[in-house]
């Protein structure tokens, strides 16, 4: 099975500040790969699927790139809002990474 | 609008099954996929099955002796029914419209406790 590494598991920055987080695949993906946000006590959202394309209604703030096995996920000019856990998820066998906490400095 | 609502127990013994209904709607279920995805406590998420729009079924392997997810079309209804639970089974348990390969809508989840 493909195994997804997600880093760093937690993350402080300000507002206005640009975040990125890491997932590394195990193996090529192929940009098979999407990034959810988790706010506390809420459901997961879906934010990025086929690596890099921004799902409807989701602030043009999140990006997604990547090729192979790196995938990232940019935010720029971190909002209050934006506190939450991140995970990505690779579509073989819907693996997903274990997450990345991010909180404001 | 596109919605599902998980419904169940929120108490179960060891060793008991688990029985869980997602109700949706905005959606035929005839045309798109649904998943159970669950959550331990403070932990990552785990993928557990699917069920596609032509009614077949794919399981997560680890979990595939104990899973079953069924539907009823005319109620709009999926079913998740998983045997032998044990206390590490204990999670909040989401259903999602799986789109493809990826979650775009999930359900509030459900709290499910496995205890005596």
């Known amino acids: 099975d493909i195994r997804m590494t997600q880093s760093p598991a937690s993350l402080s920055a300000s507002l206005g500040e640009t975040v990125n987080i890491e997932c590394l695949a195990s193996e090529d993906i192929y940009s098979d790969l999407a990034w959810y946000q988790q706010k506390p006590g809420k459901s997961p959202q879906l934010l990025i699927y086929n690596a890099n394309s921004l799902q409807n209604g989701v602030p043009s703030r999140f990006s997604g790139s990547g090729s192979g096995t790196q995938y990232s996920l940019k935010i720029n000019s971190l909002q209050s809002e934006d506190v939450a856990t991140y995970f990505c998820?690779?579509?073989?066998?819907?693996?997903f990474g274990a997450g990345t906490k991010l909180e404001l400095k | 609008q596109v919605q599902l609502k998980e419904s169940g127990p929120g108490l179960v013994q060891p060793s008991q099954t688990l029985s869980l209904t997602c109700t949706v709607s905005g959606f035929s279920l005839t045309s798109n996929s649904v998943s159970w995805v669950r959550q331990p406590p403070g932990k990552g998420l785990e993928w557990m099955g699917a069920?596609?729009?032509?009614?077949?079924?794919d399981y997560n392997s680890a979990l595939k002796s104990r899973l079953s997810i069924s539907r009823d079309t005319s109620k709009s209804q999926v079913f998740l029914k998983m045997n032998s639970l044990q206390t590490e089974d204990t999670a909040i348990y989401f259903c999602?419209?799986?789109?493809?390969?990826?979650?775009?809508?999930w359900g509030q989840g459900v709290m499910v406790t496995v205890s005596s």
């Open positions: 998820q690779q579509y073989n066998n819907y693996t």
């Open positions: 069920i596609w729009s032509g009614g077949s079924t």
């Open positions: 999602t419209r799986l789109q493809w390969y990826y979650f775009d809508y």
